[in-house]
């Protein structure tokens, strides 16, 4: 499926788990000893598809063609039961995160040495 056809294709509440080729997602997968070393999160606002997740910036939604631009990731969707999981709620309780919470590079590596 090509990038241009997958707004068409997500749905908000749908999960992204990512692999990435750069240093830190290496490095990531190394120490979680896991293939994917992000996880993004679709929302719906004004009608439009975005990605929200944290980076280097903290957690902040982004355009879904931005995104994939920025990151190039490989990801497999995951897509959450809507009749067991208020997608709505998700939505809002992830825009809470926006803006106001860095990444946390420490507790990243701190948590796979216990």
Known sequence: MKNS??????M???????????????AIQLFCRSRVNHTAFVIEIAGIIYVIDSDTNGVNPKLLS?????????????????????IDALTVKALSKAGVTNYDFGSLFIHQIK
């Not at 692999?19 to 830190?24: A, D, E, K, Q, Y």
């Open 5 to 10: 056809n997958l707004s068409e294709h997500l």
């Open 12 to 26: 908000p509440g749908d999960v992204l788990h990512c692999t990435g080729n750069s240093f830190l997602s290496n």
């Open 66 to 86: 931005k995104w994939i631009e920025k990151n190039n990731y490989k990801f497999y969707v995951s897509r959450p039961d809507s009749s067991v999981y208020n």
